[in-house]
């Protein structure tokens, strides 16, 4: 059984950069696609990044497309979420997940695994 921690959320002010791990055990995921989803209070949880398993295909949802950059590291078995130009719109709980397939799922459904979140919070 996969397991999923996130870890470097916290609070920044708007114009900053955090950087989000996502450190997977009990399996390794070298070879699955992963992605990273998000999710604010009253809202329902959006897409923001995913990479195939060998890194090739990355995709990016438009509202952080320029500011945000996901990378992997199979040897860690850990992939990194990069957010730069932060907006207090990015304050969210953010979530890691892990598919069993190497491509990309069509559907946030196509993820089995998925971390607890990390909160990340935006000062305006």
């Known amino acids: 059984q996969v397991q999923l921690v996130e870890s470097g959320g916290g609070l920044v002010q708007a114009g900053g950069s955090l950087r989000l791990s996502c450190a997977a055990s009990?399996?390794?995921?070298?070879?699955?696609?992963m992605g990273w989803f998000r999710q604010a209070p009253g809202k329902e949880r959006e897409f923001v990044s995913s990479?195939?398993?060998?890194?090739?295909?990355?995709i990016y949802a438009d509202s952080v497309k320029g500011r945000f950059t996901i990378s992997r590291d199979n040897a860690k078995n850990t992939v990194y979420l990069q957010m730069n130009s932060l907006k207090p719109e990015d304050a969210a709980v953010y979530y890691c997940?892990?598919?069993?397939?190497?491509?990309?799922?069509?559907?946030?459904?196509?993820?089995?695994?998925w971390g607890q979140g990390t909160q990340v919070t935006v000062s305006s």
């Open positions: 990479i195939s398993g060998s890194g090739s295909n990355i």
């Open positions: 997940a892990a598919a069993t397939s190497v491509w990309i799922p069509a559907r946030s459904s196509g993820y089995t695994y």
């Open positions: 009990g399996g390794k995921v070298s070879r699955s696609a």
